[in-house]
């Protein structure tokens, strides 16, 4: 979500406005028809899994693997596609020209693509998602834990959409659309132009601060009932000076074992722990949850998340900028303008190659910070200053188990996250330090400090220009 949103972000400022000269009939087949084929793809393969686990059940494990290797490669082939649709066929473009330049309707248009192949994705998991629930239904009868009814197909998308879509888009898309407006009314020589940069941060600032007041009513969670549970949690956090707005239950009916925190402000602070979490987890291992969820708010890696996001575009469009330039001094790149079509086209190529790099710098940042969290977890877990095997493993199974409990596989990875194994073996190596001697806490603080300069300076460098 947050790739795509980036690819749109990005459009307009590297100035493609050029769309082939082609039917509405025409165009509209060639950006539909290949998302189109991708999704009749996934579905043949969920088909050919589902009769799998039917007919060899022995081998389930390994044709689930597969299966997730599939769809891996699939969002990263919807991915493609976009970025190839908005940057090298002008799909932003195009449909401005038929519905107009308005505040976010044609880009909402051109998400319905990935996103709508996405979705179609999931309708067609949902067989295979219901088989490996109901697989499990014994264990759960014979162990005693509870059991949820296995929703409908129409339940399960939805559930989806609002967990895993909705969480980014919202706040995005209020992103996006307060940038074009800023864009309209800071032209060259209008009285708002030198306050250009200072107002897309605030409202970048004020998208993200006001998010989890949405996004609480976007996801299905109810004020985390009175009780034991509550006092601990509520203690946990008085123990290490975290101030929320509200511990919130989050309603997944099973569907997901996981916990998360939102907001930057301790007015709009929340932190929500799934009903299957809380249902399925021993007490020790809640407590690890709540302690890594805990570690992003001491850590404040929500708001360097966002400056550390804002830094890196920033600072690889410069470097992109400066490398065109060095190159047609030196005659290698051939002058822009010989060609409006050539300098879409290198527009093009540099911004897909701006994006990729990008998401390869956010996603090692964004991992680091979610080690430290689990660093952190395992700091709160030990005694006597030193980080014994004890932390070390209460933090590794509670990883392990939201692992398995969500049918994930240990070493699937994660672009934000990593892996769960990944995970696992680096807490294993600190068994035995000092709990304030953790090389990632070191780390950590260069990477703020290196993207908290490089924002300050892109922020001065932008205001000089617009004087």
Not at 251 to 272: C, D, E, F, P, Q
């Amino acid at each position: 979500m947050m790739i795509l949103m980036m690819g749109l972000l990005a459009h307009d400022a590297a100035s493609i406005g050029l769309a082939p000269d082609l039917s509405g009939p025409l165009m509209a087949t060639i950006f539909i028809g290949p998302y189109a084929i991708l999704v009749v793809m996934v579905m043949w393969a969920c088909r050919r899994a589902m009769w799998r686990l039917s007919t060899q059940p022995e081998s389930s494990a390994r044709w689930m693997r597969r299966l997730d290797r599939i769809n891996t490669l699939a969002r990263l082939l919807v991915l493609g596609l976009f970025m190839a649709d908005l940057y090298l066929l002008g799909l932003l473009t195009w449909l401005r020209d038929g519905i107009g330049h308005w505040v976010l309707l044609p880009d909402v248009a051109a998400l319905s693509l990935p996103l709508g192949s996405v979705i179609m994705m999931w309708w067609a998991y949902y067989p295979i998602d219901r088989r490996l629930r109901e697989a499990t239904l014994i264990r759960q009868f014979d162990t005693g834990e509870p059991v949820w009814t296995i929703g409908t197909r129409s339940e399960y998308v939805l559930s989806q959409i609002r967990h895993q879509l909705l969480l980014m888009l919202v706040p995005l898309l209020v992103l996006l659309g307060w940038t074009q407006i800023v864009e309209r009314v800071t032209q060259p020589g209008m009285a708002l132009a030198p306050y250009r940069i200072g107002l897309i941060l605030l409202g970048g600032a004020g998208a993200f601060t006001l998010a989890p007041l949405m996004i609480r009513y976007v996801w299905d969670t109810v004020a985390l009932p009175e009780g034991p549970l509550r006092q601990r949690l509520l203690e946990l956090c008085r123990a290490h000076g975290v101030r929320v707005r509200q511990l919130l239950l989050w309603r997944t009916y099973g569907g997901m074992i996981n916990g998360a925190v939102m907001g930057v402000s301790r007015h709009v602070r929340y932190i929500l722990l799934t009903d299957g979490l809380i249902q399925r987890m021993s007490d020790r291992q809640i407590e690890s949850v709540m302690a890594h969820e805990l570690g992003h708010i001491v850590r404040r890696h929500m708001p360097w998340m966002i400056v550390c996001a804002m830094a890196v575009l920033w600072a690889l469009a410069a470097a992109m900028d400066s490398a065109t330039a060095g190159l047609q001094i030196a005659g290698i790149l051939p002058d822009l303008d010989i060609s409006p079509y050539w300098a879409m086209g290198t527009d093009a190529v540099a911004t897909l190659i701006l994006v990729g790099l990008w998401a390869l710098a956010f996603g090692y940042i964004s991992r680091r910070f979610e080690r430290q969290a689990d660093t952190f977890a395992v700091q709160h877990m030990a005694h006597d200053g030193v980080i014994t095997n004890e932390a070390v493993e209460a933090v590794a199974d509670a990883l392990t188990d939201v692992a398995l409990l969500n049918r994930m596989t240990p070493h699937q990875k994660s672009w934000r996250h990593g892996s769960i194994a990944w995970r696992i073996n680096y807490l294993r190596t600190l068994v035995g330090r000092p709990v304030d001697q953790c090389e990632i806490d070191r780390l950590v603080a260069r990477i703020r400090w290196a993207c908290g300069l490089l924002l300050a300076c892109m922020i001065a460098i932008e205001y000089l220009r617009t004087m």
